[in-house]
């Protein structure tokens, strides 16, 4: 199963490395309405157009945008003190591949967390040479692990002895699957099945902004935390000028909405009263929007890279030993 869990990572190991980071007017007071807004259209998303409709988690990263970001360029190379990053970086160069030369990455789970499809894009990632080389260098000790075969008169990799599957559907295009997912995945290929915006996350999808970078739609556990009318959230960001955030906390009722305002707003307030004898800039906690819009929750935070400096170096000089002069 180690060989499996890797495999099906290895896209997200490829791109999401420790991205440390960790408008400008004051929040004003916020006019509360019961009145939900009009319902969103279905989200249509070339990014959602394999997944079946029973996806609780579904997230899509533009690389490209990502790695030109001035955030990534500040801490992309945090990577080389990832062992196993920096073994895949190494048999990505073997096999005439960089980093850079990834596109987008696209994921679903499903509620179970136990089923998941991984969508990689980028130079040359769906060739059968590269395939080939590539489970040459990660997984030469553990050939059956990283198994390329034709199956109905196509190319496909079977990981794991088939716990998993991957699916070259274009040269720069490579699709992992959960085996429990795999007949799914083909039929959404084919075209037939359901979307999940016509599944349980429809309504969360309805409110993504994808235009953002990096964006993501989840359903969430009933009873999460303190909230018993979570449903789901949806949101946001991009690294484009600093970290922008943005989240919609979907609610049962407006009611429900109005009562988690309140609770994030008395925790926002907390943690400002307890940082502001610190050396760390709180503008961006003042600028902080959290708004009901019917039963869902929007939140808003940006920060400057200015601020994220700042920030980083107010806790570096927390972290260093007291001077014992």
């Given at each position: 199963?180690r060989?499996?869990h890797?495999a099906?990572a290895?896209?997200l190991?490829l791109?999401?490395?420790?991205?440390?980071?960790?408008?400008?007017?004051?929040?004003?007071?916020i006019?509360?309405?019961?009145?939900?807004?009009p319902a969103?259209p279905?989200l249509?998303h070339p990014?959602?157009a394999?997944?079946?409709?029973?996806a609780?988690?579904?997230?899509?990263?533009?690389?490209?945008?990502?790695?030109a970001?001035?955030l990534?360029q500040r801490?992309?190379?945090l990577m080389?003190d990832?062992?196993e990053a920096?073994?895949t970086?190494?048999g990505?160069?073997?096999c005439g591949?960089?980093l850079?030369?990834?596109?987008?990455?696209?994921?679903?789970?499903?509620?179970?967390?136990?089923?998941v499809?991984?969508?990689?894009?980028?130079?040359g990632?769906?060739l059968a040479?590269?395939l080939?080389c590539?489970g040459?260098q990660?997984f030469?000790?553990?050939?059956q692990?990283w198994?390329?075969?034709?199956h109905r008169?196509?190319?496909r990799?079977?990981?794991?002895?088939?716990?998993a599957?991957a699916?070259?559907?274009?040269?720069?295009?490579?699709i992992?699957a959960?085996?429990?997912?795999?007949?799914?995945?083909?039929?959404?290929?084919?075209g037939r099945?359901?979307a999940p915006?016509q599944?349980?996350?429809?309504?969360?999808?309805?409110a993504?902004?994808t235009?953002?970078p990096?964006?993501?739609?989840?359903r969430?556990?009933?009873?999460l935390?303190?909230?018993?009318?979570?449903q789901?959230?949806a949101?946001?960001?991009?690294?484009?000028?600093g970290?922008?955030l943005?989240?919609?906390?979907v609610?049962?009722?407006?009611?429900?909405?109005?009562?988690?305002?309140?609770?994030?707003?008395?925790?926002?307030?907390?943690l400002?009263?307890?940082?502001s004898?610190?050396a760390?800039?709180?503008?961006?906690?003042?600028?902080?929007?959290?708004e009901?819009?019917?039963?869902?929750?929007?939140l808003?935070?940006?920060?400057?890279m200015d601020?994220?400096?700042?920030?980083?170096?107010?806790?570096?000089?927390?972290?260093?030993p007291p001077?014992?002069?």
């Amino acid at each position: 199963m180690r060989a499996t869990h890797h495999a099906l990572a290895l896209a997200l190991a490829l791109a999401l490395a420790p991205v440390a980071c960790n408008r400008d007017k004051p929040a004003q007071p916020i006019k509360v309405t019961d009145a939900p807004p009009p319902a969103p259209p279905p989200l249509d998303h070339p990014a959602l157009a394999i997944y079946p409709a029973d996806a609780a988690l579904i997230a899509h990263i533009d690389l490209s945008r990502l790695f030109a970001s001035p955030l990534w360029q500040r801490n992309g190379a945090l990577m080389a003190d990832d062992p196993e990053a920096q073994r895949t970086l190494q048999g990505l160069a073997a096999c005439g591949l960089a980093l850079t030369d990834l596109y987008a990455l696209d994921l679903a789970v499903d509620g179970a967390g136990s089923r998941v499809i991984v969508d990689l894009r980028g130079r040359g990632v769906g060739l059968a040479a590269t395939l080939t080389c590539l489970g040459g260098q990660l997984f030469a000790d553990r050939p059956q692990a990283w198994r390329l075969e034709e199956h109905r008169g196509a190319p496909r990799l079977v990981l794991d002895g088939g716990a998993a599957y991957a699916h070259p559907v274009a040269d720069d295009r490579l699709i992992f699957a959960a085996a429990a997912w795999d007949a799914p995945l083909l039929e959404r290929l084919a075209g037939r099945g359901a979307a999940p915006p016509q599944g349980p996350l429809g309504l969360a999808l309805s409110a993504l902004d994808t235009a953002r970078p990096v964006w993501f739609a989840g359903r969430l556990p009933p009873g999460l935390g303190d909230s018993p009318g979570l449903q789901s959230v949806a949101g946001a960001f991009d690294l484009d000028d600093g970290l922008a955030l943005e989240i919609d906390l979907v609610t049962a009722t407006p009611i429900d909405a109005q009562e988690l305002q309140r609770a994030l707003q008395t925790r926002l307030a907390a943690l400002r009263a307890r940082l502001s004898g610190a050396a760390i800039p709180l503008a961006a906690l003042d600028r902080a929007l959290i708004e009901p819009r019917g039963a869902a929750l929007h939140l808003r935070l940006h920060l400057t890279m200015d601020e994220i400096n700042a920030l980083r170096a107010a806790l570096a000089e927390a972290a260093l030993p007291p001077d014992p002069t």
